[in-house]
């Protein structure tokens, strides 16, 4: 297990940074590539453990996929390209990958097993597979399909109506990928928004969907054509540093070519609403998603309440958050954040626990947490809990803790952010 030191000080976070691509628009290049015709180049693709699980996915399906650092090139086989793994897919540790595949498998006329690590087997999956069923999939698997591994007898599917009962971007994505093949229509209709690069995808594929409230609805398809795909820098990844340059004083970091869809972008709400001074410049779109840079400064933070429909929008960023409330005055609260508690982990329980051993005054609920701040963190031994993002924020609260932290388990980042250390050492020298 790889252990990290962090040498925590007031020393600034100064400098440029084009963190790596976004994860969830990367997976999505891969699926939606591999069933378009033709070639589909992809550029600044996220290369890390988690989109490899796909792209390994989708060569499975006979897929013919080269990745050359952050390019790639798919060699779409069109909609009914794909064909019968000889073995069980592997999810690796990623989410994404299972239940947007759940979607897509789901529709194809032949068998398909998928599994992943321990930390994935412990997630829910009935969330997918319940509206799979429902449009007439054949799915098994641990506790009545609630658990990897799946075993998926797909193919036939009827169009459906579907309510999701959680706001999650996954099964979303899964029913559209579904609807794709589908007999008539398929309406999803969500709680609360979230993250659409499905959508945006799709359409940027030429791809209808007809969005109207909260309900996107989409209809069969005959073939699409590959098109190239730049991929932005990814917003999760750039929090940290956000995040980072905020409690340190005296940081000045411009970070570039990051994703600013706007169900995304809760983290930098959430941060401003907290005194934090984040410039968005250079707005742009890129393959159908905005883009901008961003100038932050140290700044004063203090207290604010997240809750209801700002959770989705910055459901990946709610732990670095957390820790930067460890250093904003007064008193933060997180609230109807179950959803984080099936996260790679129980994202409330590791937060709460790595906080506290920082010194940290912080008090757990059940759908979140809150956080008193001001008081100075002192460094400790703190675990990873196997999951990037704890990591992640972890080392970041220790970049302001007296003395050192050493994080247990770090090697999680390149789940999502290969090399996090390396550039943490070089824009701070921590
Ligand atoms: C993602 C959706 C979110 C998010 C995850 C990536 C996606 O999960 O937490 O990191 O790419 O669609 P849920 O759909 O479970 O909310």
Redesign the pocket.
């Known amino acids: 297990m790889a252990r990290e030191i962090i040498r925590g000080s007031t020393k600034p976070l100064a400098g440029e940074l084009t963190p790596p691509g976004d ?2 628009v990367s ?2 290049s891969l699926i939606i590539g591999s069933i378009a015709s033709g070639m589909t180049g992809v550029s600044g693709f996220l290369n890390c453990e988690d989109t490899l699980s796909t792209a390994n996915a989708m060569r499975k399906l006979g897929i013919g996929i080269e990745i050359n650092g952050s390019d790639v090139k798919i060699a779409g086989k069109g909609l009914s390209g794909l064909s019968e793994p000889e073995d069980v897919i592997d999810a690796g540790n990623s ?2 990958t299972t ?2 595949l759940t979607g897509l498998l789901s529709a194809q006329g032949f068998f398909t097993a998928v599994t992943g690590d321990k930390y994935l087997r412990a997630r829910p999956m009935k969330r997918v597979v319940d509206p799979m069923r429902l449009m007439g999939a054949k799915i098994t698997g641990r506790e009545g399909g609630n658990k990897l591994p799946l075993a998926i007898e797909g193919g036939g599917l009827q169009g459906i109506s579907y309510k999701l009962p ?8 899964a029913l559209l990928l579904a609807g794709l093949y589908s007999e008539g229509e398929t309406e999803v209709i969500e709680p609360e928004p ?2 659409d ?2 959508e945006r995808m799709l359409t940027y594929f030429g791809v209808k969907l007809h969005k109207k409230g909260n309900s996107i609805k989409i209809s069969r398809q005959k073939e699409f054509a590959g098109r190239d795909i730049s991929v932005p820098a990814d917003l ?1 990844s750039a929090a940290f540093f956000i995040v980072g340059a905020l409690i340190n004083p005296g940081s000045e970091l411009l970070i570039r070519n990051v994703g600013i869809n706007p169900l995304r972008t809760g983290v930098i709400d959430v941060l401003r609403k907290m005194g934090g001074n984040i410039e968005i410049t250079n707005e742009r779109d890129v393959s159908g998603e905005p883009v901008g840079d961003m100038l932050v400064k140290s700044s004063e933070l203090h207290g604010a309440v997240i809750e209801r429909e700002m959770i ?1 929008k910055a ?2 960023e709610l732990p670095v958050i957390a820790a930067a409330a460890c250093f904003a005055e007064g008193e933060t609260i997180i609230r109807d954040a179950r ?1 984080l508690r ?2 790679e982990t129980d994202r409330i329980k590791a937060m709460t626990a790595e906080l506290l051993k920082l010194g940290a005054r912080v008090t757990e609920f059940e759908d979140g947490m809150s956080i008193s701040g001001g008081e100075p963190l002192k460094g400790a031994r703190c675990s990873s809990w196997g999951d990037h993002r704890i990591a992640m924020a972890a080392a970041i609260a220790a970049t302001r803790a007296s003395g050192e932290t050493e994080i247990d388990g770090a090697e999680c980042v390149s789940v999502s952010f290969p090399g996090f250390f390396d550039v943490l050492r070089r824009l701070g020298n921590y």
Do not use: C, F, M, W
């Open positions: 994860k969830s997976h999505r989410g994404t239940r947007l959680v706001a999650s971007a996954q099964v979303k994505s979230t993250r690069h499905t999760s989705p459901i990946d959803e099936v996260k």
